[in-house]
């Protein structure tokens, strides 16, 4: 009888010794990263473009006399900034003189 009461009870204590949750174990820990280095070099840096465009001014002016007459005297340049009541040329004074 005692076998047949072992025989009985093995299979139940098998099930609950199947039932008991483990303790998770830790993953194994991960190897160390591969890890290069590099020397830094410093080299010269020029801070410029080179573009193909067309410039165009945004303020441009044409010159046209009021009277007709020789020019003796230029007082700017081409290209050079000027201000309004600038006095640009000095034109012969002979002809309106009269």
């Known amino acids: 009888m005692k076998i047949r009461i072992i025989a009985l009870l093995l ?3 098998a099930l609950i010794g199947a039932c008991q949750k483990k303790a998770p174990t830790a993953p194994p820990p991960m ?3 591969a890890v290069t280095a590099i020397t830094i070099q410093t080299t ?3 801070d410029w473009e080179e573009l193909s465009a067309r ?3 945004t303020d441009r002016v044409d010159l046209t006399p009021r009277v007709s007459g020789e020019i003796e005297k230029i007082f700017f340049q081409a290209g050079q ?3 309004k009541d600038d006095v640009l040329y000095e034109i012969d ?3 309106y003189r009269a």
Request: no cysteine; charged share 5%; net charge positive.
């Open 11 to 13: 299979p139940f204590f």
């Open 31 to 33: 190897p160390p990263a």
């Open 44 to 46: 010269p840096y020029a």
């Open 55 to 57: 410039v165009i001014a």
């Open 81 to 83: 900034l000027v201000k």
């Open 93 to 95: 004074a002979a002809t």
